[in-house]
């Protein structure tokens, strides 16, 4: 099985940095080093969107329109697991959300937003920005 691990929200003042980390790990018959990752966000009573998404064998990185320019993603690999970063700076009160991880096999048929797109979800980790 894949397994995905969140960590690094908190509670922190607008125009203040977070930086989230996720920890993607495969099995003996799932490799991960293959895979796309994605940022995703809901905020209480929204939708969940995506944030930004990267592919882990290229590096190739998307954001959201809401982040470009503030956000960057970014990911480690080693053996049968991907760390993916999400550097958060000039945060708004509007960034506040729980923020999960996903992961799955690269899909042509869904952009990297897609929440169908990914068949791993991490737990989640709050950010809460205050004004």
């Known amino acids: 099985q894949v397994q995905v691990v969140e960590s690094g929200g908190e509670s922190v003042q607008a125009g203040g940095s977070l930086r989230l980390s996720c920890t993607v790990s495969?099995?003996?018959?799932?490799?991960?080093?293959?895979?796309?990752m994605g940022w995703f966000r809901q905020a209480p009573g929204k939708e969940r969107e995506g944030v930004a998404g990267i592919y882990s064998r290229s590096g190739l990185a998307y954001y959201g329109d809401s982040v470009k320019g503030r956000f960057i993603i970014s990911r480690d690999a080693a053996e049968n697991t991907v760390t993916v970063f999400l550097q958060m700076n000039n945060l708004e009160p509007e960034d506040t959300a729980m923020y999960y991880c996903?992961?799955?096999?690269?899909?042509?048929?869904?952009?990297?937003?897609?929440?169908?797109?990914?068949?791993?979800w991490g737990q989640g980790t709050q950010v809460t920005v205050s004004s």
């Open positions: 996903a992961a799955g096999r690269p899909d042509p048929t869904t952009s990297w937003s897609t929440l169908t797109g990914y068949n791993y």
């Open positions: 495969g099995s003996t018959s799932i490799s991960v080093r293959s895979f796309r």
